[in-house]
């Protein structure tokens, strides 16, 4: 049902990894964090050089 949703990000599993590793370490709500990440970043501007800085977990709510 949901086959190819997510074909943008093939290849940036060791990111997406790394966000999640990151806010367990900080000891964030996943489930609020990735809430979170994933509703700002289809709003994100990815021509701008900083929009991946807004989805780091030290910016998180």
Not at 6 to 31: M, N, Q, V
Request: glycine letters at 4%; aromatic letters at 14%.
């Amino acid at each position: 049902m949901y086959h190819g949703c997510f074909s943008e990000f093939r290849g940036r599993h060791p990111f997406c990894f790394s966000l999640i590793e990151t806010a367990k370490e900080k000891k964030l709500d996943l489930y609020r964090y990735l809430t979170h990440i994933l509703r700002l970043a289809p709003t994100l501007d990815q021509i701008k050089d900083d929009w991946v800085e807004q989805l780091l977990p030290e910016n998180a709510p």
